[in-house]
């Protein structure tokens, strides 16, 4: 797991640092705490997905724990964010952040302990999950929140739900060998490889997806990519129908 622990109080940092690795030996899972002494030096440092869990003192010098959340929010709606302070009073505020939990300090091992075992439940499985380094970081995204892949010189660029990009240098080819072989990434041109569930229509040219993006295709292919585009559509509808009504 990847946590970010952000505290302007060192002896706190150490004592959070402490439960997250008695719990993570725990369960045998490795693990990594990057320390960040106020919301600013966090923000500056960020990289959307880079972390599971984010663990955020409410009072510090400078910006708050909430108002630091909020600007996180607005880049990274997906990570677990985990409130630590002395007080309830900010607890609605917290939870406006999309906070996972609130836990009051000073933070008792079976409170970290329990709330992380949560977290745990409502993590991807790892085969739901692709993990790769981009510009340093350690980047771990859902499969089904990639939106696009794309051939850039040599690099590669992962393109997410949110159209956050993340370059990485690795050749096209290799990189996305593992998403050829899912029913739902499509290979719509040389170097592009969207996935289908984003996928609102094809146009003469360009596929267009959800999120805004435009994306050009083979023109020679696009009867073929339509069709597949179809019948790909067509059989989660299906699905989807069956598993809502299951005895029918």
């Known amino acids: 797991m990847r946590f970010a622990l952000i505290d302007d109080q060192a002896e706190e940092r150490e004592r ?8 993570c030996q725990e369960k045998t899972i490795s693990f990594t705490v990057d320390e960040f002494t106020s919301g600013e030096d966090f923000l500056t440092a960020f990289v959307p997905m880079s972390y599971d869990t984010i663990f955020m ?19 990274d709606s997906r990570s677990f964010l985990i409130f630590l302070t002395t007080s309830s009073e900010h607890m609605g505020d917290a939870f406006s952040a ?30 739901d999950s692709f993990s790769f380094s981009s510009k340093g970081v350690q980047i771990r995204l859902l499969c089904n929140n990639i939106c696009l892949l794309r051939s850039q010189g040599h690099f590669t660029i992962v ?34 490889l969207v996935n289908l569930d984003y996928v609102t229509e094809f146009r003469e040219r360009e596929c267009i997806l959800q999120n805004g993006l435009h994306t050009p295709i083979t023109l020679r292919k696009q009867k073929q990519l339509v069709q597949i585009w179809r019948n790909y559509d067509f059989a989660k509808l299906h699905q989807e129908a069956a598993e809502r009504n299951p005895y029918r």
């Open 98 to 127: 999309h906070a996972f939990d609130y836990l009051l300090k000073p933070v008792r091992q079976e409170q970290l302990s329990k709330c992380l075992s949560d977290v745990l439940k409502l993590m991807p499985k790892q085969e």
């Open 159 to 192: 393109v997410d739900a949110d159209t956050h990009e993340y370059p990485v240098s690795e050749s096209f080819a290799s990189f996305t060998e593992p998403f050829t072989e899912r029913d739902n990434f499509l290979l719509v041109s040389r170097g592009i």
């Open 16 to 23: 959070i640092k402490g439960m997250l690795s008695l719990f």
């Open 57 to 75: 003192d409410i009072y510090m010098e400078g910006m708050t724990g909430v108002e630091t959340a909020n600007q996180l929010r607005s880049i």
